[in-house]
T-cell receptor
Framework: AQKVTQAQTEISVVEKEDVTLDCVYE???????LFWYKQPPSGELVFLIR??????QNEISGRYSWNFQKSTSSFNFTITASQVVDSAVYFC???????????FGSGTQLTVLP | ETGVTQTPRHLVMGMTNKKSLKCEQH?????MYWYKQSAKKPLELMFV???????ENNSVPSRFSPECPNSSHLFLHLHTLQPEDSALYLC??????????????????FGEGSRLTVL
């Protein structure tokens, strides 16, 4: 069985601070995919990144970066110099190879204060 | 503008009503999904349609009835719901491979959801 844990239910930071959202996963599969989605107040989940289990390279995209560590089964997400527009619920998800098999974490509500 | 549109955005209904949620995707995808998002709970996959065929039904009560007339449209028919069914219902689509061609990673593209309140 797959499981995704986002232990941080809510985080508040002040604008321009860096913030890291934690994600820990459990799976018995050797091939799997990890995702992060952002859900702004409008409701739709927006895809941010996909990472497969064979690629442990960290990735940076603008102010966003992701740290994938298989040894600790973690896929953490860092926002550098946070902005008010980053306020949203962020979901980590795990799939063993198909979008229809995605398992989502319970989400982290990030509030960035001006 | 999102490639997946859902209507209505908000719906209030009594337990004896019959209503439907509609989802339309403009992305040329061949798989569509219904998810339920309740407060403080992970997203729950309800139904999956792949090439218009239902491939997943995650033990969803029969008061929820999906319909997929074509690969661009997905409905969720609601009948005699309970107050605990109040939630945000999210539709999603993906470009998924045919069942016999193995897995792919297909990320999901979501609509903005239909906020359902059952009185």
């Amino acid at each position: 069985a797959q499981k995704v844990t986002q232990a941080q239910t809510e985080i508040s930071v002040v604008e321009k601070e860096d913030v890291t959202l934690d994600c820990v996963y459990e799976t018995r599969d050797t091939t799997y995919y990890l995702f992060w989605y952002k859900q702004p107040p409008s409701g739709e989940l927006v895809f941010l990144i996909r990472r497969n289990s064979f690629d442990e390279q960290n990735e940076i995209s603008g102010r966003y970066s992701w740290n994938f560590q298989k040894s600790t089964s973690s896929f953490n997400f860092t926002i550098t110099a946070s902005q008010v527009v980053d306020s949203a619920v962020y979901f980590c998800a795990l799939s063993k190879g198909s979008a229809r098999q995605l398992t989502f974490g319970s989400g982290t509500q990030l509030t960035v204060l001006p | 503008e999102t490639g997946v549109t859902q209507t209505p955005r908000h719906l209030v209904m009594g337990m004896t009503n019959k209503k439907s949620l509609k989802c339309e995707q403009h992305l040329g995808h061949n798989a569509m999904y219904w998810y339920k998002q309740s407060a403080k709970k992970p997203l729950e996959l309800m139904f999956v349609y792949n090439f218009k065929e239902q491939t997943e039904n995650n033990s969803v009560p029969s008061r929820f009835s999906p319909e997929c007339p074509n690969s661009s449209h997905l409905f969720l028919h609601l009948h005699t719901l309970q107050p605990e069914d109040s939630a945000l219902y999210l539709c999603a689509s993906s470009q998924d491979l045919a069942k016999d061609r193995g897995p792919n990673t297909g990320e999901l593209f979501f609509g903005e959801g239909s906020r359902l309140t059952v009185l």
